[in-house]
């Protein structure tokens, strides 16, 4: 995991929990939520557990959610470059780990 900081204006901030917060509440109206994303029916929400469990929840949504939007910049191809390198990943194994097919461990 990683964690991301960023000094922004208050309009941009808002701006970017705005557009966050409504792609997990369509996410969340759809019905669109994996098992382990979803709040277990019948609790009592007025728990400080539950409260907290709710809190943690909605971050992590807002965390995939945020992941998900990155990402899909990304793929769309139209996101640019920066000085003229296009955004990629570079990956380096032990040709022995690679060709023994251990190369995650």
């Known amino acids: 995991m990683s964690k991301i900081t960023a000094w922004l204006t208050h309009q941009n901030a808002a701006a970017v929990m705005t557009v966050l917060e409504c792609k997990v509440a369509t996410r969340i109206r759809e019905d669109d939520l994996a098992a382990e994303e979803q709040m277990p029916e019948g609790l009592d929400p007025e728990r400080w557990e539950v409260r907290r469990q709710s809190r943690n929840l909605h971050a992590h ?45």
């Open 61 to 105: 949504l807002l965390a995939l959610t945020f992941a998900d939007t990155m990402t899909g910049l990304l793929d769309d191809k139209q996101l640019g470059t920066h000085h003229s390198v296009a955004p990629h990943v570079t990956v380096t194994v032990d040709l022995d780990r690679l060709e023994a097919g251990s190369a995650a461990t």
